[in-house]
């Protein structure tokens, strides 16, 4: 059996509520949002088929990963923290908190040997601030050491990454379904189940392609997009990002000068 990965995007946070909190700083789950957690426990089926835990290190993908998960934390894996898969935008609910924040909130649930002082700096210039290089980069990234960390568990390795809406669509290079007004075609708690492209393990972007189940279970007979399709999407959704990054860099001028003056 060729190894598994489950993306799944973390459920509803207080930023998800309204354009206004998107400048809350790494903001908790909502009620609705631990809800949506346990019924995402309660309906996946493979928890005692789970090798690894993995999430971005921002506070509500971890909060997801262990409440969703609750039997295969229980079963003593601690959640590795993948700072390469964080949310692309840089929103203040977009920049994750300090380590030591991190390391007090979780402690030893989850593993944050990766996470280092400066991992939440997305200023321009970082490997995080959202240019296409840079999420193209870290995507790749995510994606081989998701690939080497199946294989060193085996061909029966299921791996579990909790991420964000727009990094979930540059890690699967799948556009199928976003909606720009979301910045994501991804539904909070949505899992959707992949292999890599390339089973000899040869490939250097480590794609993954999407399940036949997976794919039946929320598209059914639909025809995935073409490949100029995909492309005319990317542009758009690129275009949404450039231009929230814009605005968030005229904010942080702004504010530097009101201080300055």
């Not at 993908?61 to 998960?69: A, E, M």
């Not at 568990?153 to 990094?167: K, P, R, S, Y």
Request: hydrophobic share 35%; net charge negative; aromatic share 6%.
């Amino acid at each position: 059996m060729a190894p598994i990965i489950h993306l799944v995007r973390h459920a509803q946070g207080f930023h998800n509520l309204s354009v206004e909190n998107q400048q809350l700083s790494d903001p908790d789950l909502t009620p609705l949002g631990i809800t949506q957690c346990e019924e995402l426990c309660k309906k996946f089926d493979a928890h005692d088929k789970i090798t690894h835990l993995v999430a971005s290190p921002i506070r509500r993908t971890l909060w997801t990963c262990l409440r969703s998960f609750d039997p295969v934390v229980k079963s003593g894996k601690k959640v590795i923290a993948l700072p390469d898969a964080q949310e692309i935008s840089t929103l203040p609910c977009d920049v994750g908190s300090e380590p030591e924040k991190l390391q007090g909130e979780f402690g030893d649930l989850v593993d944050l040997h990766l996470v280092q002082k400066g991992w939440n700096d997305k200023s321009s210039g970082s490997k995080y601030y959202p240019t296409p290089a840079n999420l193209e980069a870290r995507s790749r990234e995510a994606r081989l050491w998701l690939r080497d960390l199946a294989n060193k568990a085996g061909e029966d390795a299921q791996i579990v990454l909790v991420t964000h809406g727009g990094i979930l669509h540059f890690l699967t290079r799948d556009w199928d379904g976003v909606k720009l007004e979301k910045g994501t075609g991804w539904e909070n708690t949505e899992l959707r189940s992949y292999e890599f492209e390339d089973p000899t393990g040869q490939d250097p972007e480590a794609s993954l392609k999407e399940t036949q189940p997976s794919w039946r279970r929320r598209r059914g007979s639909a025809i995935p997009l073409t490949a100029t399709e995909q492309v005319q999407i990317r542009q758009a959704f690129q275009a949404l990002v450039d231009e929230l990054t814009q605005d968030e860099d005229n904010k942080a001028t702004k504010s530097e000068e009101a201080v300055s003056d």
